[in-house]
């Protein structure tokens, strides 16, 4: 199970850090993902973590924008920016992946960025 | 590098079949067999109906059955019904070692 924390509203240039709280597999083992999805759009996937050695992969429209980290010892995922755009407003998914694919799916959190 | 290439929208009767494609390249669907399927109503998080490019988890309906020919995946889905207007998105591994989404494609139950 994936739980992610409450809706946010922010302004731009504003720091922002989400998370993902898993339970009920081993965290270490499993990668997670974030994906964003822009109002109306599809989903794309901003980047990947493998909590067991921290190895991080970025999506190439999100390097340098944001950091995905993940706390082995709270079995909790975060995704942060240090400075928000108006653009980053979206709901944000974190999703793990077991031996059946990208199974297990967060709630998701809407993100509002005003200018 | 762009999303896959999805159809807009596909749209069927009740009780029909449809089929939704999913067009990559040789950087990403085509060497890998780690192709997924997403089904999304609106206002809810994604579901997974298709790992592994045949594979579906426990509970999902035989209803739905996907298949991958070169850099094409599709997905099928038979005896439509209602329930099944929604949005669904493939997925695969990608040489970047990331993944990547198609653009999504609308059913429509008409």
């Known amino acids: 199970q994936l739980v992610q924390s409450g809706a946010e509203v922010k302004k731009a240039g504003d720091s922002l850090r989400i998370s993902c709280k898993a339970s009920?597999?081993?965290?270490?083992?499993?990668?997670i993902g974030w994906v964003r999805q822009m109002p109306g759009e599809g989903l794309e996937w901003m980047g990947i973590?493998?909590?067991?050695?921290?190895?991080?992969r970025y999506g190439p429209s999100f390097e340098g924008h944001v950091t995905i980290s993940a706390d082995k010892s709270d079995t909790t995922a975060y995704l942060q920016w240090s400075s928000l755009r108006s653009s980053d407003t979206a709901m944000y998914y974190c999703?793990?992946?077991?031996?059946?694919?990208?199974?297990?799916w967060g709630q998701g959190i809407l993100v509002t960025v005003s200018s | 590098q762009s999303a896959l290439t999805q159809p807009a929208s596909v749209s069927g009767s009740p009780g029909q079949s449809i089929t939704i494609s999913c067009s990559g390249s040789?950087?990403?669907?085509?060497?890998?067999?780690?192709v997924s399927w997403y089904q999304q109503h609106p206002d809810k998080a994604p579901q997974l109906l298709i790992y592994?490019?045949?594979h579906r988890p426990a509970g999902i309906s035989g209803r739905f059955s996907a298949s991958k020919s070169g850099s094409t995946a599709s997905l099928t889905i038979s005896g439509l019904r209602a329930e099944d207007e929604a949005r669904y998105y493939c997925?695969?591994?990608?040489?970047?070692?990331?993944?990547?989404f198609g653009g999504g494609t609308e059913v429509t139950v008409l």
């Open positions: 999703v793990s992946k077991g031996s059946a694919g990208w199974d297990y």
């Open positions: 592994d490019v045949t």
């Open positions: 973590i493998y909590p067991g050695d921290s190895e991080t």
């Open positions: 009920g597999y081993p965290f270490d083992t499993y990668w």
């Open positions: 997925n695969s591994y990608t040489t970047r070692a990331i993944w990547m």
């Open positions: 040789s950087s990403d669907i085509g060497p890998y067999d780690d």
